[in-house]
């Protein structure tokens, strides 16, 4: 999987609270302005802000839609070690799905996303990419797709 | 059974329907009893239960079941009771013992011997019985230390039917596998054969539960003719009665082939009125298939069935399309009408559980049904039948047929995320909602221009901008409570229309 697809998985990421989470996300979208990544970084708590994105017990779905999105992506980050407290309300997360949107992207890319967003309505399926146990089979589940 | 066996039998149930804790009060409401009373049947309930407390009380909120231990509790009760014999229950299997035998007479000496009972208790049984079959125009007759029932054979199977419990609790799939149950493994296995070919003759499928009626009949068909010699009969067969069937060539050649079948599966000769007998049962069961639709049906059965219509659209205050059931509860009527005439009684297994479930569509069905009887000089309808009447009018209730499905926007900051995978899972619960569009919060105020009728917001996101819109707040994680949040929401919109 190289830097462009449409999908990305990062596995057993190191990340500890909400706000590395938020950074990383941010770099992802833009590695090197620094505006730019604040701007990600405020949209994200914006979002959140307005309404949980927890989609199960253990899964987030940040998602946004920006300007800044090169190209429409969406990102697994499934943690090395869950973080516990993600804010006052919300425990234990595990794994974060986040859809990066590129505004004005194309109907094609759009439905192709909603598409997506669809299949986690599946607990199974949901279940199966917190268990894996190596990110060949985690990945293995995305293909799928 | 007892009124308070009754109760206990109530109460489990209603607690069963809610989800949540419910009130004493409540409880003492739909009893009709004191709060003490309620009290003290929880507690004998939970006194009774070996493996805990079923009920859970807490204090300000009420009462609530422990669902898996009351799953575990209908399964575990039948077996319980087995060991024990309450007087009912005692009366029960002397009736059916005498029963099977009729009219032969059994020493009351061995009939009572295994339940230790005195000579005034045995004589008080004998009242209550003989009480109990005046039902059925049977007498019970006392001769030199023995007892027997006398009356038409007809009259003596449909009491066995009644009265042998097990009769009222099998089902066909499961009777071939399950050991629990008494029967005699040969029998059950020649009868369902038996069943099968009237279903290929006739190219149909005998739904639950005139199914469970023709087994019944035909085993006990079976046992009695063991039992006594065919020639007791004195039942006469009606001239009216036989002319109709043999009208009807197709149903009688069934019955005659399956008689036959029994005859030589009993090696022994069986009088005529079997294959009348059987004809009835024929005539009087719903079928399903290919050989249904080409029967037309008769005026009776279409007025009848019109008058069920109408006055239940009445009573129920909804427009009922006339199609939609027509079709469906004349099906029904058809062969309720026939069982009417022929007195034969279907069991309705479901009856408390829908007397309780759809207390108002059962009341109205049982006026319109006293309505029907006298409109139509027809015979009583009994409860059993009211009760499988009122399914048909619930399922248009229940599948709102009468109203129209809610226009449904869901939204989220994208319309693309949390949004979506909304959708998915209230479309799953939610059938009655008609999801028109997914959007973002900032096309609000396109929702005029493009679905001015939606009738319902449902939002991942806080929305700041006031709508005059039907508008709920839910997590993607859709829950429980964000779901019973829903449900109170579409109540609140049908209040409205």
């Known amino acids: 999987m190289n830097d462009n697809s449409f999908y990305q998985v990062y596995f057993n990421c190191e990340l500890e609270t909400k706000k590395e989470v938020h950074n990383f996300i941010s770099n992802i979208v833009c590695q090197n302005n620094i505006s730019i990544k604040e701007e990600v970084v405020n949209q994200l708590i914006r979002r959140e802000k307005a309404g949980s994105t927890l989609i199960a017990e253990h899964v987030m779905l940040p998602h946004i839609e920006s300007d800044h999105v090169k190209n429409s992506q969406i990102i697994f980050i499934r943690l090395a070690k869950p973080i516990l407290t993600w804010d006052d309300h919300i425990e234990d997360i595990r794994l974060l799905i986040v859809l990066l949107l590129k505004r004005?992207?194309?109907?094609?890319?759009?439905?192709?996303?909603?598409?997506?967003?669809?299949?986690?309505?599946?607990?199974?399926?949901?279940?199966?990419?917190?268990?894996?146990?190596?990110?060949?089979?985690?990945?293995?589940?995305?293909?799928?797709? | 059974m007892s009124s308070k066996d009754n109760r206990e039998q109530k109460l489990l149930l209603f607690l069963s329907k809610n989800q949540d804790y419910v009130k004493s009060e409540n409880l003492t409401e739909i009893l009709n009893v004191s709060q003490k009373t309620v009290y003290r049947l929880i507690k004998k309930i939970?006194?009774?239960?070996?493996?805990?407390?079923?009920?859970?009380?807490?204090?300000?909120?009420?009462?609530?079941?422990?669902?898996?231990?009351?799953?575990?509790?209908?399964?575990?009760?039948k077996k319980y009771k087995e060991n024990q014999f309450s007087p009912?229950?005692?009366?029960?299997?002397?009736?059916?013992?005498?029963?099977?035998?009729?009219?032969?007479?059994?020493?009351?000496?061995?009939?009572?011997?295994?339940?230790?009972?005195?000579?005034?208790?045995?004589?008080?049984?004998?009242?209550?019985?003989?009480?109990?079959?005046?039902?059925?125009?049977?007498?019970?007759?006392?001769?030199?230390?023995?007892?027997a029932i006398l009356g038409e054979e007809f009259n003596i199977r449909k009491a066995i039917k009644d009265i042998i419990e097990i009769f009222n609790i099998i089902d066909i799939d499961d009777l071939k596998n399950n050991k629990e149950?008494?029967?005699?493994?040969?029998?059950?296995?020649?009868?369902?054969?038996q069943l099968r070919n009237i279903e290929e003759y006739l190219a149909i499928t005998i739904?639950?539960?005139?199914?469970?009626n023709i087994f019944s009949h035909l085993y006990i068909l079976l046992s009695r003719s063991r039992?006594?010699?065919?020639?007791?009969?004195?039942?006469?067969?009606?001239?009216?009665?036989?002319?109709?069937?043999?009208?009807?060539?197709?149903?009688?050649?069934?019955?005659?082939?399956?008689?036959?079948?029994?005859?030589?599966?009993?090696?022994?000769?069986?009088?005529?009125i079997e294959i009348y007998f059987l004809y009835q049962y024929l005539v009087s069961s719903r079928m399903q298939g290919s050989f249904v639709q080409t029967t037309t049906l008769s005026s009776e059965v279409i007025q009848v069935t019109k008058v069920y219509i109408e006055e239940m659209s009445i009573k129920l205050g909804i427009d009922i399309e006339?199609?939609?059931?027509?079709?469906?509860?004349?099906?029904?009527?058809?062969?309720?009408?026939?069982?009417?005439?022929?007195?034969?009684?279907?069991?309705?297994?479901?009856?408390?559980?829908?007397?309780?479930?759809?207390?108002?569509?059962?009341?109205?069905?049982?006026?319109?049904?006293?309505?029907?009887?006298?409109?139509?000089?027809?015979?009583?309808?009994?409860?059993?039948?009211?009760?499988?009447?009122?399914?048909?009018?619930?399922?248009?209730?229940e599948t709102s047929q009468y109203q129209r499905p809610i226009k449904t926007l869901i939204m989220c900051t994208t319309g693309i995320g949390t949004s979506d995978l909304l959708k998915v899972k209230v479309s799953k619960k939610f059938p009655e909602l008609e999801i028109v569009d997914v959007m973002a919060t900032r096309n609000m105020q396109m929702i005029k221009e493009k679905h001015a009728d939606v009738e319902l917001i449902l939002s991942t996101v806080h929305m700041e901008a006031e709508v005059p819109i039907h508008y709920l707040l839910v997590s993607a994680l859709?829950?429980?409570?964000?779901?019973?949040?829903?449900?109170?929401?579409i109540e609140e919109i049908y209040l409205e229309r």
């Not at chain 2, 006194?47 to 575990?76: A, C, P, T, V």
């Not at chain 2, 000089?377 to 399922?395: Q, R």
């Open chain 1, 104 to 145: 004005s992207e194309s109907e094609h890319i759009k439905k192709k996303i909603s598409l997506f967003t669809r299949t986690l309505a599946d607990e199974e399926y949901l279940n199966r990419l917190l268990n894996s146990k190596e990110k060949y089979n985690f990945e293995q589940e995305i293909i799928r797709i």
């Open chain 2, 46 to 77: 939970n006194d009774d239960h070996e493996g805990g407390s079923l009920i859970l009380s807490e204090k300000g909120r009420g009462y609530k079941l422990d669902y898996e231990k009351f799953i575990n509790y209908q399964k575990i009760n």
């Open chain 2, 88 to 147: 009912s229950e005692r009366r029960k299997r002397i009736m059916e013992e005498l029963l099977l035998y009729s009219p032969k007479p059994i020493n009351i000496y061995r009939l009572f011997n295994k339940y230790y009972v005195g000579d005034s208790v045995i004589f008080n049984d004998e009242q209550v019985m003989s009480e109990e079959l005046k039902k059925y125009n049977l007498t019970l007759e006392r001769k030199n230390k023995t007892l």
């Open chain 2, 181 to 193: 149950l008494n029967f005699n493994k040969y029998d059950v296995l020649f009868i369902l054969d």
């Open chain 2, 207 to 212: 739904p639950y539960p005139y199914n469970v």
């Open chain 2, 227 to 272: 039992k006594i010699p065919a020639c007791n009969f004195t039942d006469e067969m009606a001239k009216d009665g036989i002319k109709n069937m043999e009208n009807d060539p197709v149903l009688y050649g069934v019955a005659k082939v399956i008689v036959n079948n029994i005859k030589k599966y009993l090696n022994s000769d069986l009088p005529d």
């Open chain 2, 322 to 397: 006339k199609q939609s059931i027509f079709i469906d509860l004349a099906n029904h009527i058809k062969p309720m009408l026939n069982r009417l005439e022929h007195k034969i009684r279907i069991r309705n297994n479901l009856l408390s559980e829908i007397k309780t479930t759809y207390e108002e569509i059962f009341v109205d069905v049982t006026n319109v049904s006293k309505f029907v009887s006298e409109k139509f000089s027809l015979p009583t309808i009994n409860d059993d039948e009211n009760g499988f009447i009122t399914l048909y009018f619930a399922k248009i209730i």
């Open chain 2, 478 to 489: 859709f829950t429980m409570e964000d779901q019973k949040r829903l449900q109170k929401k």
